[in-house]
């Protein structure tokens, strides 16, 4: 297995663009997480899928950011506008079931907004 | 709602020796506490847990100690190595939650 997919890897863009980061969850995962990481507060939940229906949004920090799962196989998290103080690390995470079990964690994409 | 609070947050042994991460958490409801170790560029990867039935977990050189009473939990490293240089993450969550909360993180350099 390939493990959770995420791309790009690197993204920078200048403040007021839109940010797209997309991720692939593990095949036959049925839970995916989106985390921000950033030295100020660590690994942050942002949404949580279960079956492709987003169950807690009450992590994303504003309306600037939106979350789509149109389908098991593929998440989206965008940032329109974006600004400055976006710049993270965004994980996308993925297990079976809905209780507590291993989670698999993407590489990440580091993102700059300049 | 869960506080996971982890000390210290920058840890440096030279290789060979132990090193010990701490963790407290404040919802005595949480029973599941996993441990994550990030190295340059990847993402966290599980590398224990342990639920609250149980005291000590052990694999190979390394443990978690959990003590309920006093909401706290360890991650024992022995005989460390460069590999084990690394951000370890301490969580803690209810079983019938979806929720991880995770600590802030310790850098542990492990110094040939």
Not at chain 1, 41 to 46: C, F, P, V, Y
Not at chain 2, 23 to 41: H, I, M, R, V
Not at chain 2, 52 to 71: F, H, W
């Amino acid at each position: 297995d390939a493990g959770v997919i995420q791309s790009p890897r690197h993204e920078v863009t200048e403040m007021g663009q839109e940010v797209t980061l997309r991720c692939k969850p593990i095949s036959g995962h049925n839970s995916l997480f989106w985390y921000r990481q950033t030295m100020m507060r660590g690994l942050e939940l942002l949404i949580y899928f279960n079956n492709n229906v987003p169950i807690d949004d009450s992590g994303m920090p504003e309306d600037r950011f939106s979350a789509k799962m149109p389908n098991a196989s593929f998440s989206t998290l965008k940032i329109q506008p974006s600004e400055p103080r976006d710049s993270a690390v965004y994980f996308c995470a993925s297990r079976t079931g809905t209780g507590v079990e291993k989670l698999f964690f993407g590489s990440g994409t580091q993102l700059s907004v300049l | 709602g869960e506080n996971v609070e982890q000390h210290p947050s920058t840890l440096s042994v030279q290789e060979g020796d132990s090193a010990v991460i701490k963790c407290t958490y404040s919802d005595s409801a949480s029973n599941y506490f996993p441990w994550y170790k990030q190295e340059l560029g990847k993402g966290p990867q599980l590398i224990i847990d342990i639920r609250s039935n149980v005291g000590e977990k052990k694999d190979q050189r390394i443990a978690v100690t959990l003590n309920k009473t006093a909401k706290h939990f360890s991650l024992h490293i022995t005989e460390t190595q460069p590999e084990d240089s690394a951000v370890y993450f301490c969580a803690a969550s209810i079983d019938s939650s979806y929720k991880l909360i995770f600590g802030s993180g310790t850098r542990l350099l492990v110094r040939p």
